[in-house]
């Protein structure tokens, strides 16, 4: 499918779901925030509904009015079902809404589409609601589902859906999106690419919008020279980064993401570590702390992420973080 | 799109399509109506991805076009020209729709007609069933309302509609009761359908063709060949289409009680006045109407007779009794007695019919002395929790 | 040991002795003395419903492969079942138990439990009823039962399992532990190879190793089955003897193929037919259920069961079908290929309840003012489950 990038596993699998007779009606696309879960989803919705080309190709045309609309946002039988502006949580009414929708047999189109991202974010109510659709589907309507964190997903609509793993886009597949679909420089695509850690969404956002590089920049380096600060100075940083919860969480998902790097580099697998400019950091760590103990410390990254989703204060977080750092 | 037609008539037709107009919708174009001047008439289109509306209004076209404009807007402002000549013209740049007459004029901007969702059209349909207006807008009135509601079990909120052997029979139900009628499907030609399989028809679709429904004429009903959506063509110059239900009615023929026991008639309106005031004093305890039938004496100078009860909690009570012809033995049943007021509210005919069984199977209600009619309402009694 | 005042609890375990083999023994003398093997063809992969003692001596087994006890006992007699007439016998023999226990609870056609009435001194001692018992079946029908009695099932039913054949054993009371502790952990109900295993490799190798241990340390192992072992284990089992059979737990169906099953669409069809079998049995008896399972014996005979919770009990036949297809597909068929093919396949329903119930509950409303406003679908409701 050419208009997403990336993911090839997850795009083949789909496209062979449309080839063979019965298709699943309910698909769960997961992996990290901004790597283009829903992009896909809703690539795929423009391909279940293209009439301008067979959908077994495996690719929509793009040209038809129905690939058009789902573009623009405006496709009658495709719903992309969000939590209100403002707010976090999905609600109980939307899903409610949404529920008899999929009652009634499509508008315009092939199936009755509705794309529900970041589902975890669903409110307890909604996702049992949801349930009841998902087991018995009318027979045109299609579910796509995106989660960033499909473990905490009831465990009853995550058995009753089709599971599409997807990963971050590598610096390549970043910067090759940002120059050919985003007409962006190269150059300039490479850099964003480096710092994007594979979240095409995210250098989309930042292309538009400077200060959010300058901000990653900033945190990127300050989580990179931790490893070589003093132990007083990694408390005074770490305490500083996790001033509250959400930049606590910004900063967790950074660390992890550039910790993978590390262990990357550790296990001799630089070829897909990402970050760019701090690629020759990863690398020089990597090869000094060694692969089990950079492992040892993703795992604990891991693990704070997960405490400070259970409310775990964060600034002790990041400091209990600080301390365990493996230095050589 | 340049063109002139009678502000009557685009009045008309405007009020007519917005009743398919979205006043909530994630898509901002569905409050506009699309406005098409082709083959010497204006087409006026709407829909809220439920139903849509389609309605051709004569005018002199000057030249062919397409264009959509925001509903309130376009028809609040026709509404206060005189009934005189409106003129409409697309302005060359961008959506913007100059309507005029010889003293006002408006621009009102409307938006790209491509993104307006395609509506269907009967083509390449199976042929179509015809009904004449007047029995569907019964069909309608007596069925419709039995539908639930509430969206918990979707085939509930809609009406059944079958064609079998030149009839058509709509209906619908709730949890605790259903409603059934049928009339016969007009011949007319010989490319009128007599048998078309089911579907089941959102009942706010019909509410909403009922309102729009003209006095006389001819219904046409097909189904797209996409089975997805039924469409309405009534005289050459109205189509409400609406999306279908999925899933499959409870084969209701089942529950139409076989037999009865005991039948009470008695005048409609007799019993729609003593069920009101049952129901003034039911309306604070869960509706509960005791319904007695008590046999005539063999004398005849007793007749049979209906009397409803009721309690209002701490409020006192009320008994109502209303003479009526009774066949079979007396009996007492417990009705919620907004399910008698409902139908007792659309019947017309002049006396009703109560058919029972025992006081823990369905009651039925059945209109008496229309010829012709095949109404059935079935009421599912209450009883105590002992 | 103390007496309590209602009398010892005597709980007796019948089971006739290699029963299908020994009625065709009985009704064609010639048998006897020959390897007798009751069950499916061996040359359509057949089961082993029952073999007789000789049969055994080479290692037959029941529910083994017809195939295999043919390879180990070639010159096997091979007989088709004759339900008919074992139901005939065995209702011969229950009514001889009828007349000897206070409450008969029958668990297959050859296999009973019936409560005595209490042990107190100068009571007919349980030796003697049981002995009378296998006189009568033998001399009514000719037929073999053994019998072991204890204070309650579990013991009973060791005890006739323990002194087959034509076994008669009582354990009295207080001699609960001798008669329990030697005997290996895997005579226990509930130890199938799985937990026996895992028991042994913590050093429990006898029923006396399992008790001595505390329940806590059990628990932990096995879970909550680790309890009921325990409490076995130490002879405690207080289930009582049911007059009246249970409403089924399950409701299912399976099948074994001729030819094993490699390919995901072939099963589909076979899983589709089982669920609708069941669906059609559960419609029968008026039952619901909500939980179904499917059971896959693989070609090496490993036996891997999955089951789906449904949001709502049902018995409709769509349903059931899609929830057992999407268990093949989701759960089985990425482990189908290779040397991973399929033998047999079942689908069960559990979780039941009558429907009843269920559409009244599920559908009336209670109006309040002590009212209910039952729905008018209840008879389709119990009909197809449309809930």
Same mark, same amino acid.
């Given at each position: 499918?050419?208009?997403?990038?990336?993911?090839?596993?997850?795009?083949?699998?789909?496209?062979?779901?449309?080839?063979?007779?019965?298709?699943?009606?309910?698909?769960?696309?997961?992996?990290?925030?901004?790597?283009?879960?829903?992009?896909?989803?809703?690539?795929?919705?423009?391909?279940?509904?293209?009439?301008?080309?067979?959908?077994?190709?495996?690719?929509?045309?793009?040209?038809?009015?129905?690939?058009?609309?789902?573009?623009?946002?405006?496709?009658?039988?495709?719903?992309?079902?969000?939590?209100?502006?403002?707010?976090?949580?999905?609600?109980?009414?939307?899903?409610?809404?949404?529920?008899?929708?999929?009652?009634?047999?499509?508008?315009?189109?092939?199936?009755?589409?509705?794309?529900?991202?970041?589902?975890?974010?669903?409110?307890?109510?909604?996702?049992?609601?949801?349930?009841?659709?998902?087991?018995?589907?009318?027979?045109?309507?299609?579910?796509?589902?995106?989660?960033?964190?499909?473990?905490?997903?009831?465990?009853?609509?995550?058995?009753?859906?089709?599971?599409?793993?997807?990963?971050?886009?590598?610096?390549?597949?970043?910067?090759?999106?940002?120059?050919?679909?985003?007409?962006?420089?190269?150059?300039?695509?490479?850099?964003?690419?480096?710092?994007?850690?594979?979240?095409?969404?995210?250098?989309?956002?930042?292309?538009?919008?400077?200060?959010?590089?300058?901000?990653?920049?900033?945190?990127?380096?300050?989580?990179?020279?931790?490893?070589?600060?003093?132990?007083?100075?990694?408390?005074?940083?770490?305490?500083?980064?996790?001033?509250?919860?959400?930049?606590?969480?910004?900063?967790?998902?950074?660390?992890?993401?550039?910790?993978?790097?590390?262990?990357?580099?550790?296990?001799?697998?630089?070829?897909?570590?990402?970050?760019?400019?701090?690629?020759?950091?990863?690398?020089?760590?990597?090869?000094?702390?060694?692969?089990?103990?950079?492992?040892?410390?993703?795992?604990?990254?891991?693990?704070?992420?997960?405490?400070?989703?259970?409310?775990?204060?964060?600034?002790?977080?990041?400091?209990?973080?600080?301390?365990?750092?493996?230095?050589? | 799109?340049?063109?002139?037609?009678?502000?009557?008539?685009?009045?008309?037709?405007?009020?007519?399509?917005?009743?398919?107009?979205?006043?909530?919708?994630?898509?901002?174009?569905?409050?506009?109506?699309?406005?098409?001047?082709?083959?010497?008439?204006?087409?006026?289109?709407?829909?809220?991805?439920?139903?849509?509306?389609?309605?051709?209004?004569?005018?002199?076209?000057?030249?062919?076009?397409?264009?959509?404009?925001?509903?309130?807007?376009?028809?609040?402002?026709?509404?206060?020209?005189?009934?005189?000549?409106?003129?409409?013209?697309?302005?060359?740049?961008?959506?913007?729709?100059?309507?005029?007459?010889?003293?006002?004029?408006?621009?009102?901007?409307?938006?790209?007609?491509?993104?307006?969702?395609?509506?269907?059209?009967?083509?390449?349909?199976?042929?179509?069933?015809?009904?004449?207006?007047?029995?569907?807008?019964?069909?309608?009135?007596?069925?419709?309302?039995?539908?639930?509601?509430?969206?918990?079990?979707?085939?509930?909120?809609?009406?059944?509609?079958?064609?079998?052997?030149?009839?058509?029979?709509?209906?619908?139900?709730?949890?605790?009761?259903?409603?059934?009628?049928?009339?016969?499907?007009?011949?007319?030609?010989?490319?009128?359908?007599?048998?078309?399989?089911?579907?089941?028809?959102?009942?706010?679709?019909?509410?909403?063709?009922?309102?729009?429904?003209?006095?006389?004429?001819?219904?046409?009903?097909?189904?797209?060949?996409?089975?997805?959506?039924?469409?309405?063509?009534?005289?050459?110059?109205?189509?409400?289409?609406?999306?279908?239900?999925?899933?499959?009615?409870?084969?209701?023929?089942?529950?139409?009680?076989?037999?009865?026991?005991?039948?009470?008639?008695?005048?409609?309106?007799?019993?729609?006045?003593?069920?009101?005031?049952?129901?003034?004093?039911?309306?604070?305890?869960?509706?509960?109407?005791?319904?007695?039938?008590?046999?005539?004496?063999?004398?005849?100078?007793?007749?049979?007779?209906?009397?409803?009860?009721?309690?209002?909690?701490?409020?006192?009570?009320?008994?109502?009794?209303?003479?009526?012809?009774?066949?079979?033995?007396?009996?007492?049943?417990?009705?919620?007695?907004?399910?008698?007021?409902?139908?007792?509210?659309?019947?017309?005919?002049?006396?009703?019919?109560?058919?029972?069984?025992?006081?823990?199977?369905?009651?039925?209600?059945?209109?008496?002395?229309?010829?012709?009619?095949?109404?059935?309402?079935?009421?599912?009694?209450?009883?105590?929790?002992? | 040991?103390?007496?309590?005042?209602?009398?010892?609890?005597? @709980?007796?375990?019948?089971?006739?002795?290699?029963?299908?083999?020994?009625?065709?023994?009985?009704?064609?003398?010639?048998?006897?003395?020959?390897?007798?093997?009751?069950?499916?063809?061996?040359?359509?992969?057949?089961?082993?419903?029952?073999?007789?003692?000789?049969?055994?001596?080479?290692?037959?087994?029941?529910?083994?492969?017809?195939?295999?006890?043919?390879?180990?006992?070639?010159?096997?007699?091979?007989?088709?079942?004759?339900?008919?007439?074992?139901?005939?016998?065995?209702?011969?023999?229950?009514?001889?138990?009828?007349?000897?226990?206070?409450?008969?609870?029958?668990?297959?056609?050859?296999?009973?439990?019936?409560?005595?009435?209490?042990?107190?001194?100068?009571?007919?001692?349980?030796?003697?009823?049981?002995?009378?018992?296998?006189?009568?079946?033998?001399?009514?029908?000719?037929?073999?039962?053994?019998?072991?009695?204890?204070?309650?099932?579990?013991?009973?039913?060791?005890?006739?399992?323990?002194?087959?054949?034509?076994?008669?054993?009582?354990?009295?009371?207080?001699?609960?532990?001798?008669?329990?502790?030697?005997?290996?952990?895997?005579?226990?109900?509930?130890?199938?190879?799985?937990?026996?295993?895992?028991?042994?490799?913590?050093?429990?190798?006898?029923?006396?190793?399992?008790?001595?241990?505390?329940?806590?340390?059990?628990?932990?192992?096995?879970?909550?089955?680790?309890?009921?072992?325990?409490?076995?284990?130490?002879?405690?089992?207080?289930?009582?003897?049911?007059?009246?059979?249970?409403?089924?737990?399950?409701?299912?169906?399976?099948?074994?193929?001729?030819?094993?099953?490699?390919?995901?669409?072939?099963?589909?069809?076979?899983?589709?037919?089982?669920?609708?079998?069941?669906?059609?049995?559960?419609?029968?008896?008026?039952?619901?259920?909500?939980?179904?399972?499917?059971?896959?014996?693989?070609?090496?005979?490993?036996?891997?069961?999955?089951?789906?919770?449904?949001?709502?009990?049902?018995?409709?036949?769509?349903?059931?079908?899609?929830?057992?297809?999407?268990?093949?597909?989701?759960?089985?068929?990425?482990?189908?290929?290779?040397?991973?093919?399929?033998?047999?396949?079942?689908?069960?329903?559990?979780?039941?309840?009558?429907?009843?119930?269920?559409?009244?509950?599920?559908?009336?409303?209670?109006?309040?003012?002590?009212?209910?406003?039952?729905?008018?679908?209840?008879?389709?409701? @119990?009909?197809?489950?449309?809930?």
């Amino acid at each position: 499918m050419r208009g997403v990038y990336g993911n090839r596993q997850a795009q083949l699998r789909l496209e062979r779901a449309v080839q063979g007779d019965g298709i699943s009606h309910a698909w769960l696309f997961t992996g990290p925030a901004e790597i283009g879960k829903t992009a896909l989803a809703l690539e795929f919705a423009k391909l279940l509904q293209c009439t301008g080309r067979d959908p077994a190709s495996g690719e929509p045309c793009g040209e038809c009015l129905s690939c058009r609309k789902v573009s623009h946002g405006t496709h009658p039988d495709v719903t992309v079902i969000e939590p209100k502006k403002g707010e976090r949580t999905l609600k109980v009414e939307a899903v409610r809404d949404m529920i008899r929708l999929a009652s009634l047999t499509p508008t315009e189109g092939r199936w009755r589409i509705f794309v529900l991202p970041d589902i975890e974010r669903m409110a307890l109510a909604g996702a049992n609601a949801l349930l009841k659709t998902l087991e018995e589907p009318s027979p045109q309507v299609i579910l796509l589902l995106t989660s960033s964190e499909p473990e905490v997903i009831l465990p009853t609509v995550l058995s009753r859906c089709q599971v599409v793993p997807m990963l971050p886009l590598s610096p390549d597949e970043v910067s090759a999106a940002l120059a050919e679909r985003w007409q962006m420089p190269a150059d300039e695509a490479k850099t964003l690419a480096g710092l994007a850690n594979g979240r095409l969404g995210w250098a989309v956002r930042a292309a538009e919008n400077p200060e959010l590089v300058e901000q990653r920049t900033h945190e990127l380096d300050e989580i990179a020279s931790l490893a070589t600060a003093s132990r007083d100075e990694r408390l005074r940083r770490a305490g500083a980064l996790g001033k509250d919860v959400e930049s606590a969480r910004r900063v967790l998902e950074l660390w992890a993401l550039w910790w993978r790097d590390v262990v990357l580099a550790a296990g001799g697998a630089s070829h897909l570590v990402m970050a760019g400019e701090l690629r020759a950091r990863a690398e020089r760590l990597g090869h000094r702390i060694g692969l089990n103990s950079s492992q040892t410390f993703l795992r604990a990254l891991l693990d704070a992420q997960l405490a400070l989703e259970a409310n775990a204060n964060p600034r002790l977080t990041l400091e209990v973080l600080a301390l365990d750092l493996p230095t050589s | 799109m340049k063109l002139t037609c009678k502000q009557q008539d685009l009045a008309r037709g405007l009020s007519t399509v917005s009743h398919a107009v979205s006043t909530r919708s994630t898509l901002p174009i569905l409050s506009n109506i699309l406005l098409s001047a082709e083959n010497g008439r204006l087409r006026l289109s709407a829909t809220n991805l439920e139903i849509g509306i389609t309605c051709w209004v004569p005018a002199n076209i000057q030249e062919e076009g397409t264009t959509t404009s925001p509903s309130r807007l376009l028809t609040d402002f026709v509404n206060t020209l005189p009934p005189a000549d409106v003129s409409l013209a697309l302005q060359p740049s961008g959506q913007s729709l100059k309507v005029s007459d010889q003293r006002s004029q408006a621009t009102i901007r409307g938006m790209e007609p491509g993104e307006f969702p395609t509506i269907p059209t009967a083509d390449g349909g199976e042929p179509p069933l015809t009904v004449s207006v007047s029995d569907l807008r019964t069909m309608i009135g007596e069925v419709a309302f039995a539908a639930a509601t509430d969206d918990a079990r979707p085939v509930f909120t809609g009406v059944l509609a079958r064609a079998r052997d030149g009839r058509l029979t709509f209906a619908a139900a709730d949890s605790f009761r259903l409603a059934v009628r049928s009339v016969a499907l007009t011949e007319n030609g010989a490319a009128s359908a007599t048998t078309l399989s089911d579907m089941l028809i959102p009942a706010r679709t019909l509410s909403e063709l009922a309102k729009v429904l003209p006095d006389d004429g001819t219904v046409y009903i097909v189904v797209t060949p996409n089975r997805n959506q039924v469409l309405f063509r009534i005289g050459d110059d109205l189509e409400l289409v609406s999306t279908l239900i999925s899933g499959q009615f409870p084969n209701y023929e089942v529950i139409l009680p076989k037999s009865r026991t005991t039948r009470v008639t008695l005048p409609t309106d007799e019993l729609r006045q003593a069920a009101k005031q049952a129901s003034i004093f039911a309306r604070d305890s869960a509706n509960i109407v005791r319904l007695k039938v008590a046999e005539g004496q063999g004398d005849g100078l007793t007749p049979g007779a209906v009397i409803l009860s009721a309690t209002a909690e701490e409020n006192g009570d009320t008994t109502s009794t209303r003479d009526g012809t009774v066949d079979g033995p007396g009996m007492e049943i417990i009705f919620n007695v907004k399910y008698l007021t409902d139908v007792l509210g659309v019947l017309s005919t002049s006396s009703v019919a109560l058919e029972l069984n025992s006081p823990q199977q369905p009651g039925v209600i059945k209109p008496v002395g229309d010829e012709g009619s095949d109404y059935q309402y079935v009421i599912m009694p209450m009883h105590s929790t002992r | 040991m103390e007496i309590p005042a209602q009398g010892f609890r005597r @709980v007796l375990h019948a089971d006739l002795d290699c029963f299908f083999a020994a009625v065709e023994e009985l009704d064609d003398p010639s048998l006897r003395g020959k390897p007798v093997i009751v069950g499916g063809d061996p040359d359509r992969r057949g089961v082993v419903s029952t073999a007789n003692y000789v049969a055994r001596r080479y290692g037959v087994a029941s529910a083994m492969a017809a195939a295999q006890a043919r390879r180990l006992c070639p010159q096997a007699i091979f007989l088709r079942p004759r339900f008919d007439r074992y139901r005939e016998l065995s209702r011969r023999v229950m009514a001889i138990l009828e007349d000897a226990v206070v409450a008969l609870e029958q668990v297959s056609v050859d296999e009973v439990y019936g409560e005595l009435p209490p042990g107190q001194p100068g009571c007919e001692r349980a030796e003697t009823i049981a002995r009378r018992i296998k006189s009568r079946v033998y001399g009514e029908t000719g037929l073999v039962i053994s019998i072991g009695v204890g204070r309650n099932k579990s013991i009973a039913k060791l005890a006739s399992d323990l002194s087959k054949p034509d076994g008669c054993l009582v354990v009295r009371p207080g001699q609960e532990e001798t008669f329990l502790h030697p005997l290996p952990v895997g005579r226990l109900n509930g130890v199938g190879p799985h937990t026996r295993e895992r028991l042994e490799r913590l050093g429990l190798l006898t029923v006396g190793d399992l008790a001595a241990r505390s329940l806590a340390e059990l628990e932990a192992v096995l879970g909550k089955h680790g309890r009921w072992l325990w409490h076995l284990a130490r002879g405690e089992d207080d289930r009582p003897v049911e007059t009246e059979r249970e409403p089924p737990k399950s409701i299912s169906h399976e099948n074994t193929y001729e030819r094993d099953i490699a390919d995901v669409e072939r099963a589909a069809g076979h899983v589709r037919e089982l669920a609708l079998a069941v669906a059609r049995r559960a419609a029968s008896k008026s039952m619901i259920g909500r939980t179904i399972t499917l059971k896959v014996k693989w070609s090496n005979f490993q036996i891997l069961t999955r089951q789906q919770v449904l949001a709502a009990p049902t018995a409709e036949p769509e349903m059931l079908a899609t929830a057992a297809d999407r268990i093949l597909r989701d759960q089985i068929s990425p482990l189908l290929g290779g040397e991973h093919a399929i033998r047999l396949l079942g689908v069960a329903l559990s979780g039941l309840a009558s429907a009843h119930d269920a559409a009244r509950t599920v559908w009336q409303v209670r109006a309040g003012h002590g009212m209910i406003q039952p729905s008018l679908w209840d008879v389709l409701a @119990v009909e197809r489950s449309i809930l």
